[in-house]
């Protein structure tokens, strides 16, 4: 991997490090020297260089752990956002709908079978200027009202009727008591009629 790609100083550090104890061990081991204080110091460096190494190392992870830390922070933003998003939306529909089975409701007023609107306007000509809303309320009224009339006019015949029904049947009942008189009648009067058939 080129050096030259790399942004991060530490990585860039690590890189380089990791080179030159790998150039130190490959001269170390190539060249045994007698020389102790040269291995000793060549020793040194080596320490020095993994105890720095560690230290990268170290910062790494706790960088690794930092980003981690921040994209779990921004994941869960992003996800309430979301969240959010996918209640509007679902509002949003709950909306549409409702809208569409106010659009859709079949009112009673249209199943009414209500006096056209020229009769109307004919028999209530105040009513001529009025908006349709208020000139389709009118109607409603007047056909109520007129509905109304033609109840009480109902249960006025329909107590008519039962007077009427209730008179008959006394009639009814005054004739059929005067059938049972007229045959008593005709049988008391059989002797009579027998006496004068003699004649």
């Known amino acids: 991997m080129s050096i030259s790609i790399l942004k991060d100083s530490s990585l860039i550090e690590f890189l380089e490090l990791t080179q030159e104890l790998r150039s130190l061990c490959h001269r170390v081991l190539s060249s045994p020297s007698s020389d102790a ?9 080596a320490m020095t260089f993994l105890t720095r190494l560690r230290q990268l190392n170290r910062s790494a992870q706790l960088q690794s752990r930092a980003a981690k830390q921040t994209t779990a922070e921004a994941k869960h933003e992003l996800d309430r956002a979301h969240l959010g998003l996918q209640n509007l939306y679902y509002e949003h529909q709950h909306f549409l709908s409702e809208i569409a089975q106010c659009e859709d ?13 020229e009769d109307f306007l004919s028999a209530h000509p105040e009513q001529s200027s009025s908006d349709p809303h208020v000139l389709m309320l009118a109607r409603i009224q007047a056909e109520g009202d007129e509905r109304d009339r033609l109840e009480a006019l109902r249960k006025e015949l329909v107590g ?14 005054e004739m059929e008591a005067w059938d049972a008189e007229m045959l008593k009648f005709i049988e008391s009067a059989g002797p009579i009629k027998e006496a004068l058939m003699k004649y």
């Open 105 to 117: 409701y079949a009112a009673t007023y249209t199943t009414l079978d209500l006096v056209s609107e």
């Open 160 to 173: 008519k009727k039962a007077a009427l029904v209730e008179e008959n049947k006394k009639r009814k009942d």
């Open 37 to 45: 204080t040269q291995q000793a110091r060549d020793r040194r460096t």
